[in-house]
Structure formats: C-alpha cells, structure tokens
C-alpha cells in the first residue's frame, strides 16, 4: 500500500501550493504558475482542480511528485517510484527524475525497475532479505557480479 500523503480536502493545485505559500512564504500567484509548470511535465495540468479521490493511483504519485519537485530539494527519496505507472507514465517519471538527477538533486531510489536503475544510478546496492549483498556500478553487478542469487536477479530482470 502506498499512501502519497494528498490532503484529501484539498484540490490538486492546493495541496501543491500549500507548502509554497505556507512554508517557504511565497505568494499565492507565483506558487500556482510554479505548480502549473511543474504539473504540465507531468501531464496533470487538466486535474489541477480535481480532488485526491478522484484521482488513479498513479496520478495521486504524480501529484506528490510535483508537490516536492516545486519545493526544489536537494534530495528526494524514491520508494517504488514507477511501481503503479502504466509504460508510457512509466517511461516518462523516469526521465523526470533523470533529469531532476542531471540538474543536481540527489536521488536515492528502492526499485526492482531494472531500466529505471540502469537510468539513474550512479552506484547501485543490492538487497537481499534486508542485507547487503553487493555494492557497485549498475554495470559490476548487472555484468561482473559472480554471486549467483545477484547474477540471476540480473538475468531474469533483463527479459
């Protein structure tokens, strides 16, 4: 279950802007173009007004996404990021996020998403049963890794 912490009174675009206004005090116009910006990467403009429970899952994630992308973090932290995304939506967070990378944030993101770690990762570390089997580039595992369980996650992930 994942829950995307939307405030369930409010509209789309007021859950976005409330820590803008509230928070980092800017004011209510400039917070909505910001918002707006950031939801057109997305593309969620057209839900601005909706509520949180009239939303898919995905777009819920969505929404939380550009609620923290607007805050503009050093570091966001990723849990399954691409987990309730169709292909397509899938394909385009992770370019999102990719390029939130490129521009300097630094992201530490839980995927079993091959691709999406192919994409993203500069190091790589490889979990199993809650320890670490492995650390290294996405290439020293997905490659050279001669531990059998991580070799084998590597070739059945690929596909």
């Not at 509209?11 to 400039?30: E, H, R, S, Y």
């Not at 917070?31 to 429970?53: F, I, N």
């Not at 691709?115 to 290439?139: C, M, P, Q, Y």
Request: with cysteine; aromatic share 6%.
């Amino acid at each position: 279950f994942q829950n995307y912490a939307l405030y369930r009174h409010l509209n789309v675009m007021n859950n976005i802007t409330l820590a803008l206004c509230k928070v980092f005090d800017m004011p209510g116009q400039l917070a909505r173009e910001k918002a707006l910006h950031e939801l057109q990467k997305l593309d969620m403009v057209s839900h601005s007004a909706k509520y949180p429970s009239q939303l898919s899952g995905g777009q819920q994630q969505r929404v939380a996404l550009v609620r923290t992308m607007v805050t503009d973090p050093e570091l966001i932290i990723f849990d399954e990021p691409t987990s309730a995304l169709d292909p397509l939506m899938t394909r385009e967070v992770g370019m999102l996020i990719k390029q939130l990378h490129d521009n300097g944030v630094t992201i530490l993101c839980v995927t079993h998403d091959i691709r999406l770690a192919r994409l993203l990762s500069d190091d790589v570390t490889f979990l199993n049963h809650g320890k670490i089997r492995a650390e290294g580039t996405f290439t020293d595992l997905a490659l050279r890794e001669t531990d059998p369980d991580i070799h084998c996650f590597f070739s059945e992930a690929q596909r």
